[in-house]
């Protein structure tokens, strides 16, 4: 659009708030704006149905009440704009940064905007754009009393965000980020929070009926404060994200790997046992003959790891990368390897060499495991210590598979 253009019509639509003469109500629909400087633009009210406003900045923008149906704001800047009661349904948020914005009573729920071109009806065209981030950012931004029932908000961040009463039923968090946030009084019935961050959220009186809280961190949550009668927290962690909690491991890493190199000498070994280091990254750590049993290690990074000796009985690997580490000797016996990856790592028998001078074989041991699209594509191995049957819902070549059957 023409800067002339666009400035003659935010005129004249200032005078239409105003109701003064030559006032006329702002319509921008299907209109593309890429690139635009409108820091403090009022569009109060407009009607901006399916605008393309793209990686542009509208800082402290006056946006309430305006018509955003189907449109792509792609890459735009909304920092503490005020967004109250605007039409979101369907619209493109990729990349769009509402932070500290007002967002109280908006309406974020599906919608798709249908368009006549040469006598037929399509949906309008959506321009794509290269934006600085893919995730939407709403940190601290004020969403009270918002409609989101079915929206698809993946990966998104909402840090700090305020949610009050706001209609999250039925809508997509997977991967989001909630730390902090105001739930209380929440509809959060069957919304999916799959692997998303809810760590210290506030969240009484928010009902949890049907939620799917898969992988995702309720650190700090008082969960019972909200209203449920159907809730599985089975597959939820709790993993304390706090800068103590990441140095207190790190310290405990750092002493394990000097006692290793000095052979017990100095540092100590690492007990994680019975800890929840789900998600935690151990990615070339030397973590030789450390104690992770009954420890929850959902989607932590082990990779390129050395992990021999290791004991990892009874420990909840689901998710867990393990690709190219060194598990020589390692325990695995009744842990859950559930989507855990194995691709590339060294599964071979390790030797010890004790004081008498005599030799101790350490195959790795995979007794009683569960398994479940685990994936042991390209390891090394040369014994196993199984319960003698090739299982059920493993990737592998049949050297591999031929291993369990072989060694009982």
Not at 72 to 81: E, H, K, M, P, V
Not at 209 to 223: M, P, Q, R, S, T
Not at 367 to 386: H, M, Q, S, W, Y
Request: glycine share 10%.
């Amino acid at each position: 659009m023409d800067m002339d253009i666009l400035r003659a019509t935010l005129v004249a639509h200032r005078r239409w708030l105003r109701q003064e003469r030559g006032g006329k109500r702002g319509d921008l629909s299907l209109v593309v704006l890429e690139n635009f400087g409108l820091p403090g633009v009022v569009l109060t009210r407009a009607k901006l149905t399916g605008v393309q406003i793209l990686n542009s900045d509208l800082t402290e923008a006056k946006l309430d009440e305006v018509d955003f149906f189907a449109a792509n704001l792609a890459g735009s800047i909304l920092l503490r704009a005020d967004c109250r009661g605007s039409d979101f349904r369907g619209a493109h948020l990729q990349g769009t940064d509402f932070s500290e914005a007002v967002l109280s009573g908006a309406d974020f729920r599906d919608g798709s905007l249908m368009v006549n071109v040469g006598g037929h009806t399509q949906p309008a065209e959506r321009a794509v754009v290269a934006t600085s981030q893919d995730r939407t950012g709403m940190t601290r931004a004020n969403l009270e009393g918002a409609r989101l029932h079915a929206s698809v908000v993946r990966k998104a961040d909402l840090s700090g965000a305020i949610l009050r009463n706001a209609d999250l039923s039925q809508a997509d968090f997977t991967g989001s980020s909630l730390k902090d946030a105001d739930l209380r009084g929440a509809n959060m019935q069957g919304c999916n929070l799959s692997g998303a961050l809810l760590n210290r959220a506030a969240i009484e009186g928010a009902r949890l009926d049907g939620a799917i809280l898969k992988d995702a961190n309720i650190f700090g949550v008082e969960i019972e404060k909200a209203s449920y009668t159907n809730l599985d927290l089975s597959e939820a962690i709790a993993v304390d994200d706090s800068v103590e909690a990441a140095l207190k491991i790190g310290d405990l890493v750092l002493a394990h790997e000097q006692w290793v190199e000095s052979s017990g000498a100095i540092g100590a070994r690492a007990d994680f046992s019975a800890m929840d280091l789900s998600g935690v990254d151990f990615t070339g750590r030397n973590l030789s003959a450390a104690l992770f049993v009954h420890t929850r290690l959902r989607s932590t990074k082990f990779v390129k790891a050395i992990l021999d000796l290791t004991d990892f009985s009874h420990a909840d690997l689901t998710g867990a990368d393990m690709s190219r580490a060194d598990l020589r000797g390692a325990n695995l016996s009744e842990a859950i390897l559930r989507r855990t990856n194995f691709s590339g790592a060294d599964l071979k028998m390790q030797t010890a060499h004790l004081p008498n001078g005599m030799t101790r074989e350490f195959p790795v041991t995979l007794r009683g495991c569960r398994f479940g699209e685990t994936n042991f594509t390209g390891v090394a191995c040369d014994r196993l210590k199984t319960s003698g049957v090739p299982p059920a819902g493993i990737i592998a070549e049949e050297h591999f598979r031929a291993l369990f059957a072989a060694t009982a």
